[in-house]
């Protein structure tokens, strides 16, 4: 009868223990629960104080800040071209902040005659800043149209004071004002100016090309205008046609006709 007693006060007090370490197991996970949900509300405080201080601090309220468009502007970025280029010329770099209004007059003065541009300023705002601030500079002041394309294209190319087709300012900038057309035949029709580029995107610099005749090109080059006067000069340097280094005509050379742009002058913006 005793051993009976003994074998139920023996089970007895390992039930009593069980529930007992059940307890205290639970009571320590809750404890840990506790601990992390703390730690991670204190955070969250921390982070929540520091955003109200700064904000606070900067004098800035819930309302996510944005930019204030600029008034008829635009913002540029002049991008270091490549370093180590010889025939880069650098004349520093313009106004990061320009209009984005109007339009300009570009006037040419080349050995060939006067070749004028109406500039669609508002649709290329920072080509034309460049450009307007180049030519401020003198850049283009006797500097040799080094590129004349009569088979394919028909393009009078200008702009490399280097006059090797690898020059230009120590800046490049993004494209602007791309043809919104399907067909190549009719991106660049005969009378556009555009700016060369290397035909990877924001690598447009000083080089411009005159298209003087069917051009089917990919709408990879900014349209910086339109030739107002002139395009009967550049259709006659294209009939004269292109020539190798050695003088054989090419359909992809230096002009047979020598020319030299003398100066070019932009006019202010006007509405």
């Known amino acids: 009868m005793s051993s009976t007693i003994q074998r139920q006060r023996a089970a007895a007090r390992a039930r009593l223990e069980r529930q007992m370490g059940e307890r205290l197991e639970e009571a320590r996970k809750r404890k840990q629960r506790n601990a992390?949900?703390?730690a991670a509300v204190a955070l969250?405080?921390?982070?929540?104080?520091?955003i109200w201080l700064m904000n606070v601090v900067g004098g800035k309220d819930e309302t996510p800040a944005t930019a204030a468009p600029l008034p008829d502007g635009q913002v540029c970025t002049w991008t270091p071209d490549a370093a180590g280029n010889p025939n880069l010329k650098d004349v520093g770099t313009p106004p990061t902040e320009v209009s984005a209004k109007g339009k300009q007059t570009m006037t040419i003065t080349t050995s060939a005659g006067v070749v004028e541009i109406a500039v669609n300023t508002a649709k290329a705002p920072c080509t034309a800043a460049s450009f307007?601030?180049?030519?401020?500079?003198?850049f283009?002041?006797?500097?040799?149209c080094h590129r004349l394309t009569t088979e394919g294209i028909k393009?009078?190319?200008?702009?490399?004071?280097s006059g090797t087709g690898m020059g230009g300012p120590s800046y490049k900038f993004a494209e602007e004002n791309l043809p919104n057309v399907t067909d190549q035949a009719t991106a660049y029709p005969a009378g556009t100016v555009a700016i060369a580029n290397t035909g990877q995107p924001g690598s447009s610099g000083s080089q411009f090309f005159l298209v003087y005749g069917t051009s089917p090109l990919e709408s990879k080059y900014t349209v910086l205008g339109t030739i107002t006067k002139g395009l009967d000069i550049v259709e006659k340097i294209?009939?004269?046609?292109?020539?190798?280094?050695?003088?054989?005509?090419?359909?992809d050379g230096a002009p047979k006709t020598p020319v030299t742009i003398t100066s070019v002058k932009m006019t202010p913006a006007e509405s």
């Open 36 to 38: 992390v949900i703390g």
């Open 44 to 50: 969250l405080l921390v982070i929540g104080g520091t």
């Open 132 to 138: 307007t601030y180049l030519a401020g500079k003198n």
């Open 140 to 144: 283009f002041d006797n500097t040799k």
């Open 155 to 161: 393009v009078l190319q200008c702009g490399d004071p």
């Open 238 to 251: 294209g009939k004269d046609g292109a020539v190798d280094k050695d003088g054989k005509a090419i359909g």
